[in-house]
């Protein structure tokens, strides 16, 4: 899995770089930031971020949900920040000085303080270990916290297996259904509350998952 990972992320930062290529910086990040409100008020019903201290945005990328929070602390960790930060002309750590940025990969984040809400937007089939990246959210999170997972799910069980096979979807070292997705957060103690389509597809649907962690 290593170098299936290693692959993604090499793809992961040329993506980036051709994506941005030749937007304008100032347009894109309100886009951006604007896209994240209309996210989150798709999940308003069961997810309240007005009185959360402390949140996390695990698997940030650069241009992360942490854009919607600037007047929260916020905790935004990712691998590839530094080479966001140096090869990205976008992205500058100092634009967001509410943030706290750790370069580091997900399954190796382990959080010196619990937080309200551990946001890993589009990014936890991009990990090396899923098992251990899902253990470092629900860790991250005080009890009666909130996890907040999007994933692209399968919405055919023969392309799942046949993706799994073969690197039909380079960027993504893992391939799952949404079921799937939502027992790594149940088997972990989380309840799931909602589970919104975002947008539809043939192969993948886009869908966010929101869980609290169980007191109990």
């Known amino acids: 899995m290593s170098v299936r990972w290693q692959i993604a992320q090499w793809f992961e930062l040329r993506w980036w770089r051709r994506y941005l290529s030749g937007k304008d910086k100032e ?12 996210l989150l008020d798709q999940i308003g019903d069961v997810l309240q971020t007005k009185d959360a201290v402390a949140i996390a945005d695990l698997g940030c ?13 916020v905790t935004a960790v990712d691998p590839l920040l530094d080479t966001y930060a140096e090869t990205l002309p976008f ?10 940025f750790i370069n580091q990969k997900l399954e190796d984040f ?5 937080f309200d809400i551990v946001f890993c937007m589009n990014a936890i089939n991009h990990v090396a270990n899923i098992d251990l990246a899902y253990d470092r959210l629900v860790n991250a999170t005080k009890r009666e916290g909130y996890v907040v997972v999007s994933i692209d799910a399968h919405n055919h069980s023969f392309f799942k297996k046949l993706f799994r096979l073969i690197p039909g979807d380079i960027l993504h070292p893992h391939q799952y259904d949404l079921k799937e997705y939502s027992d790594f957060m149940i088997k972990r103690g989380c309840i799931i509350l909602k589970k919104q389509l975002v947008k539809k597809g043939f192969f993948f649907s886009h869908y966010v998952v929101v869980g609290i962690l169980n007191t109990l």
């Open 27 to 38: 347009s894109y990040y309100s886009w951006k930031k604007q896209y994240w409100n209309n």
């Open 61 to 73: 990328g650069p241009a992360g949900i942490f854009i919607a929070f600037p007047d929260k602390k």
């Open 91 to 100: 992205f500058c750590k100092e634009d967001f000085p509410n943030t706290t």
């Open 110 to 114: 382990q959080a010196s303080e619990k």
